[in-house]
């Protein structure tokens, strides 16, 4: 592909005006006409661009032009918007200066697209990702939108803009864009009601109609017929070369982009069609009683359909057409509308409605395009307002765009022309002033506070009393009739008085692009812009949620008394705030020039072309460029900027900025005449000169890049070596750590295996002996058992011999039972070897299995800790369950824990021996002395009876009372208790057994230390005292019965009456006592006690056998003694059941 490298190449006439030779309006438009001629209709005038309206497509858009011009200089490629687009974008992103693009031009000579191709080719350029691209498309289709609402066919334009737009396109620190925000300046509002004829109203009535779906009309009740509908004109409705069906489908898609919901899209058609069918109510007079004729509604309708498009309570609407409510202070008058107030209402009420509506769009298109986020942006922003008209006939909304045209030829001469002639003279350079036409003058005719012709109209306006347009010219007369550039018919100024292209209606205004004549007519309504209140009140009654939003003045809480400012102030106000933001912005020129007026291709009108060419003030935008500098930037930034190209101020200046600048130049031997040095500035003359020092930047960006990249490959390159260096280190220290652990492990496990051996070796030998000691014990055993075998015979033979003495066969039964035991012991203890040899090698295997299993785990001693340590835990756990589980203290008591080990069976057995002495002893130790008597009666009462008499176990919970006849207290055996010299151990009421019956008669038995005395039972009277050293015994049988037979000595005193037979249920304490103090007694042989269940008693002189027989219970359970013969007594016991 051929790349141009300079516009100069392959040019058609000069593509730069500032190179054009000669320099004249004639050679001007020649060269402009001739690139036209040539289908080039970008010229650049240094960094503007003029561009001519081809009126046909050019193959110059196309997406490899896009590419062609992209990162290039403004000055590589021949003129083109897009050179200027990327200019911008590039100085937006790399520089972060915020950029404006102003489009000027009059109406139809391509603003509109210009910016257009603008937003495209930007769109084009900048970052792309699903986020972006989505942004972008939202910015790019909010265009069809807000045309097809705002836009209108008119007589100088198809597709003419009715409203002013700013755009503010946002881009992040990358250049990616972000959001926009739309401005919009007045709507030409009045297209709605009415258009000039030849033009149409706005494009979305038509599209609506030619484009929506029958079923779409249906529901908002409207006809696919244009000539059905007041507000449409008929003499234009279908464009040449206007798709309006084809558009409606783009414009709906492009809203759908955009981010309108469905039902907001459906509500946005249903206001459309409601204002339609708002032209289309008609009213009729109808006369009243006081003479007034008062407007009503001819065909309901129309208004019927609109109200229930909208929402409207039809009656509401109905009557605010009627009447009217003016409220003042405290007060509500209402008067009746004639039909053209009615009509004026309507009309009112449709143009607020459609504005609104516009505006509405405007807020909901900028709220999807908003930009997300907070942080600070970077700004393009793109003017695309409606261009300078010259109507028939012009009206406030001309005299109001043709203001604000004003306005931009003023911004453009303040920044290119005043502004850089001025910074030529600031900055010391010298400099030949160049005249030129400052448009201020006019500026100020309009827009003066105190007697601009807006403030004017607001002053008629705000004025009490009668205020008609007449009035307003009346006062423009005479206020401005001096101004140079106002012209009446009536003015002061008599210089018109003759001039009948002046009616007298009319003012006229030169403004910069020309006359314009003004219809003073509709200017103070128009101005006003006022809409009835019970309008807006029926509108905000209105079931319909956008309506709703759009009259929020209608609402009844807002009673706001005060006037809403005038059109003009709004507008006036507006513009200069874009003014103001505008300055902020680095400006872009694109000044649009129209080639003729019939819309066509091919032809060059060079009158209407030179016109324009004049009032654009173009020949002085050539004149200032060529005398000046094409480029100028602070000393500082041009050093930053270029001071790698020289050696001197590469890296670092340290001198001021100027001098680093001026060395630089000198070392790129830049031409002198190329440049000049300014105060604070270098200015560059010519752009090839700006190129040089950029081409020779890149070049040397590209060694710096090599450098750093060499740079930074070789500290990669280092620290990558560094690093591999560092793991090898890490590596090898890690691997002579496994290698010496393995051998360690190697040298362990041989140890483990020597020491196995030997304790294998060394537990074999001492099994050796221990088998060898026990054979030895075995042969001992044998021999002894030979040798006490043969004692034992001997022994028994000498028994044998001595066959009377029982006690040799005792003491062989005794060697019987001893060798029975020892071998029985033997077994036992062979047994109990065996079995501790099991344990001992069970504990040896376990050991070893263990030791085995944790040898890794610990030393080689471990074992022997383990089993210290678990013999010792067994035995804290043996003692601490032991403790837990003691019994209780009482000695009787015969609970044990269990022995939980087998081993611990000698120790379990010994505490509890051990234990259970130890409570004995506490249990004494609590014993009074007469308690412990008591206990020792009963020990004793225990030898003498436990397991010999069957009375005995019943007698051991019976406490021994001793004296149950509480004789000491008892007055009735005072004398008895006295006659007794001792203290009486023992009394009771016992039988004495009657030796010739056996029958038992009460006697008193008394017991002292040294007699057993018998009393009468009833007296008291003493019958026999018996001297305890002459008793000789004591017999009594072995069953339950009570009887005990006192027998005497021989030879003694008492005996002469003989032994006495008694019975007592307290046997057992009386034998005990008797006994106890037989035993203490030191002068006396010990009481013998005989037990036997035949004895003989000694009655006087015969001697009677006393016989125990078990027999049945007859009297009760006590034993009966019945005489049988002289020698026999038979007792007959009851067996115990
Ligand atoms: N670069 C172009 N290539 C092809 N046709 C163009 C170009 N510029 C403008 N036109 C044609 O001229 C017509 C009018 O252009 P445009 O709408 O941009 O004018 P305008 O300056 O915006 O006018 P107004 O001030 O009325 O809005 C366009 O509809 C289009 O047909
Ligand atoms: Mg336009």
């Not at 003479?291 to 359909?305: C, I, Q, T």
């Not at 008067?335 to 769009?361: E, G, H, I, M, P």
């Not at 020289?646 to 890296?651: D, E, I, S």
């Not at 070893?848 to 471990?862: G, H, S």
């Amino acid at each position: 592909m051929e790349v141009k490298t300079s516009l100069l190449d392959n040019m058609i006439g000069v593509g730069d005006m500032v190179l054009l030779e000669p320099l004249s309006e004639d050679s001007f438009l020649e060269n402009l006409k001739n690139r036209f001629d040539h289908n080039e209709i970008y010229t650049y005038i240094g960094s503007v661009v003029i561009s001519m309206n081809p009126y046909r497509s050019l193959p110059i858009y196309t997406p490899d032009k896009v590419e062609e011009y992209r990162n290039r200089n403004f000055y590589e490629l021949s003129p083109h918007v897009y050179a200027l687009a990327d200019e911008a974008y590039r100085s937006l992103r790399d520089q972060d200066k915020d950029q404006c693009i102003l489009i000027t031009g009059e109406s139809g000579a391509g603003k509109t697209e210009a910016s257009k191709l603008v937003m495209s080719y930007v769109a084009a350029v900048c970052g792309k990702g699903q986020e972006v691209n989505k942004v972008k498309e939202q910015l790019l289709q909010s265009n069809p939108v807000l045309e097809a609402f705002g836009n209108a066919k008119t007589v100088r334009n198809d597709n003419s803009s009715r409203f002013g737009k700013y755009m503010d396109i946002e881009f992040d620190f990358k250049g990616d864009p972000l959001g926009g925000v739309v401005s919009n300046y007045l709507l030409e509002k009045s297209r709605v009601v009415k258009q000039p004829r030849g033009e149409r109203n706005f494009h979305i009535f038509y599209q609506l109609l030619s484009g929506a779906s029958d079923d779409t009309l249906k529901k908002l009740k409207l006809d696919r017929d244009f000539s059905k509908y007041n507000y449409l004109s008929l003499d234009s409705a279908a464009v040449s070369g206007l798709d309006d069906a084809a558009n409606f489908r783009t414009v709906r898609n492009a809203m759908q982009i955009v981010g309108f919901m469905t039902d907001e899209v459906q509500s946005v058609l249903e206001l459309v069609a409601a204002v339609l069918k708002l032209g289309n109510i008609e009213f009729k007079p109808e006369s009243r009683c006081n003479g007034m004729d008062e407007s009503r509604v001819k065909d309901k309708n129309d208004l019927k359909e609109m109200c229930e498009l909208l929402g409207i309570e039809q009656a509401v609407l109905e009557r605010a057409f009627s009447y009217r409510t003016v409220e003042a202070k405290m007060e509500k008058v209402s008067t009746t509308l004639n039909v053209s107030q009615a009509y004026y209402a309507r009309d009112a009420l449709a143009k607020n409605l459609y504005s609104r509506l516009f505006s509405w769009l405007v807020t909901r298109i900028n709220e999807s395009i908003r930009a997300g986020t907070k942080a600070r942006h970077k700004v393009m922003g793109v003017l695309d307002i409606y261009g300078f008209e010259i109507f028939e006939d012009n009206s406030f909304e001309q005299f109001i765009i043709n203001y604000c045209n004003e306005k931009l030829q003023q911004i453009f001469i303040e920044l290119t022309l005043r502004e850089e002639q001025e910074e030529y003279v600031r900055e010391g350079i010298e400099w030949t002033n160049i005249e030129y036409f400052n448009n201020a003058v006019i500026c100020d005719l309009i827009e003066n506070n105190q007697n601009g012709i807006l403030a004017m109209l607001d002053e008629e306006c705000l004025r009490p009393g009668t205020v008609t347009d007449e009035t307003f010219l009346d006062k423009l007369n005479t206020v401005c009739a001096e101004h140079q550039h106002f012209e009446s018919r009536l003015s002061k100024n008599s210089k018109f008085l003759n001039d009948h292209s002046l009616p007298h209606t009319c003012f006229r205004i030169q403004h910069y692009a020309g006359k314009v004549l003004y219809r003073a007519e509709g200017f103070v309504d128009k101005n006003n812009d006022l809409l009835y209140r019970d309008l807006s009140q029926a509108m905000y009654k209105a079931n319909h949620s956008l309506i709703k939003q759009l009259f929020p003045e209608g609402s009844p809480s807002k009673v706001n008394l005060k006037r809403p400012p005038t059109a003009g102030f709004q507008f006036k106000a507006s513009v200069g705030t874009l003014m103001r933001n505008l300055q902020t912005k680095n400006p872009n020129y694109i000044r649009c020039v129209k080639p003729n007026d019939k819309k066509a291709a091919h032809i060059f009108t060079e009158s209407l072309v030179r016109h324009q060419v004049h009032y654009l003030g173009l020949m002085e935008n050539v004149r200032v460029r060529r005398a000046g500098y094409a480029f100028r930037q602070p000393y500082e930034p041009c050093l930053e900027r270029y001071k790698m190209l020289c050696k001197k101020t590469w890296p670092h200046w340290r001198g001021p900025a100027r001098e680093g600048v001026e060395v630089l130049m000198e070392d790129l031997q830049v031409p002198a005449e190329e440049f000049s040095y300014g105060r604070s500035k270098i200015f560059i003359r010519n752009p090839r000169t700006l190129f040089f020092l950029e081409e020779r930047r890149r070049q040397c960006l590209q060694d710096l890049a090599t450098l750093i990249q060499k740079i930074y490959r070789g500290w990669k390159c280092r620290s990558h070596f560094l690093l591999l260096k560092k793991s090898q280190i890490v590596v090898a220290a890690w691997y002579r750590r496994y290698a010496q652990q393995k051998k360690y492990q190697k040298i362990k496990s041989a140890t483990t295996v020597v020491q196995s051996y030997t304790r294998g070796w060394q537990a074999r030998k001492l099994l050796r002996e221990l088998k060898y000691q026990k054979r030895c014990e075995e042969a001992v055993t044998t021999i002894a058992a030979y040798w006490h075998g043969t004692q034992a015979r001997m022994e028994l033979r000498r028994l044998k011999q001595d066959v009377r003495n029982k006690h040799a066969v005792t003491v062989i039964w005794a060697f019987w039972q001893g060798t029975k035991a020892r071998r029985e012991l033997r077994r036992l203890k062979e047994e109990a070897r065996r079995k501790h040899a099991v344990a001992v090698i069970w504990a040896y295997w376990q050991g070893l299995k263990v030791r085995r299993e944790y040898r890794k785990f610990f030393r080689a001693n471990a074992g022997k800790k383990i089993y210290d340590f678990t013999i010792q835990r067994i035995m804290q756990k043996y003692f601490l369950g032991l403790k837990s589980n003691m019994p209780s203290m009482s000695p009787t008591d015969k609970n044990w824990p269990d022995r939980p080990y087998l081993f611990l069976d000698g120790v379990h057995t010994e505490l509890r021996r051990i234990f259970h002495h130890w409570r004995c002893k506490k249990y004494r130790s609590q014993f009074t002395e007469e308690k412990k008597a008591v206990y020792e009666e009963k020990l004793e009462a225990s030898e003498l009876f436990k397991d010999k008499k069957a009375l005995y176990p019943s007698s051991v919970s019976q406490p021994f009372k001793g004296d149950y006849l509480e004789i000491s207290k008892n007055p009735k055996y005072q004398k008895l208790n006295s006659s007794v010299d001792e203290k009486v151990l023992l009394a009771d009421v016992v039988n004495k057994i009657n030796r010739a019956n056996g029958k038992g008669s009460a006697r008193l038995f008394l017991l002292t230390k040294k007699s057993v005395v018998l009393a009468d039972h009833k007296t008291g009277q003493i019958k026999a005292s018996v001297p305890l050293p002459e008793l000789a015994s004591v017999s009594v049988s072995s069953q339950t019965d009570g009887f005990f037979a006192l027998k005497l000595k021989e030879g003694s005193a008492s005996a002469v009456k003989g032994d006495f037979l008694l019975s007592s249920e307290h046997l057992i304490e009386i034998i005990t006592k008797l006994h106890r103090i037989g035993a203490k007694a030191a002068d006396r042989e010990q009481l013998n006690l005989d037990i036997s269940d035949e004895f003989l008693v000694q009655f006087k002189q015969d001697k009677v056998c006393v016989k125990f027989i078990q027999g049945s219970p007859k009297n009760g359970n006590s034993a009966s003694c019945k005489r049988k013969n002289n020698r026999l007594l038979e007792v007959s016991v009851p067996t115990s059941p």
